[in-house]
């Protein structure tokens, strides 16, 4: 595939992300555990395919963190009471990755995250693979591994709201459409990434990606 950009970009659509949906991230960075669904979007030209390529982000803008977690790829549209097995097709790993000082300030300013969310290489995938069942899901984790440690590990039966949730209150609030993506939330365990780190996306023992950091 030499091309990734171009092929992901012809076959996803709109990339909706979850926030603060585990209560120990949630902690870890100093905010309260939410009612309902946090959402905000990425715009497509901020897909990245970890695939061997490397992944370049910029080193002006302060910390670059990353952030695991599923991320789901829709087959069909939604319509109301469609169940999770029925609406997504393929699954991956991948990194949301957040200018964390930008966000501090848009924050303290009231201002939406989209600065600090949709840069260049912010939306970073996996290889997608069938998603079988949300049954099958919680029976294995996925992991960020960088320099061959384990920084993060999700389970998606500690998310604060599950798959069906997300995929209910995105679809009767803004209209899910097959080809739309959804990042469903990351756990504990984010931080700054680092020149040259080698990152491995992993759901169970199958690695979906991997990528080399690259700051210009």
Known sequence: ?????GVVMNTIKNIFCIGRNYVEHVH????????????????????????????TLPSDEGDVHYEAELVLKLGRDYEAGISVDDIVSEMTV????????????????????????????????????????????????????INDELVQEGDIKKMIFPLARQIEFLGEKLGLKKGDIIFTGTPEGVGPLREKDSLLLSWGDEALGKTQVSFK
């Not at 595939?1 to 950009?5: C, L, P, Q, S």
């Open 94 to 145: 991948g990194l949301d990755l957040t200018l964390r000082d930008v966000q501090s300030r848009l924050k303290e300013k009231g201002q939406p995250w989209l600065l600090a969310k949709g840069f260049t290489n912010a939306a970073v995938l996996g290889k997608f693979v069938p998603f079988t069942s949300e049954k099958d899901c919680e029976k294995k984790n996925f992991t960020l591994h």
């Open 28 to 55: 870890e960075l100093g905010n309260v555990v939410p009612e309902e669904p946090v959402v905000f979007t990425k715009p497509s030209h901020s897909l990245f395919m970890a695939d061997g390529q490397r992944l």
């Open 1 to 5: 595939m030499k091309d990734n950009r």
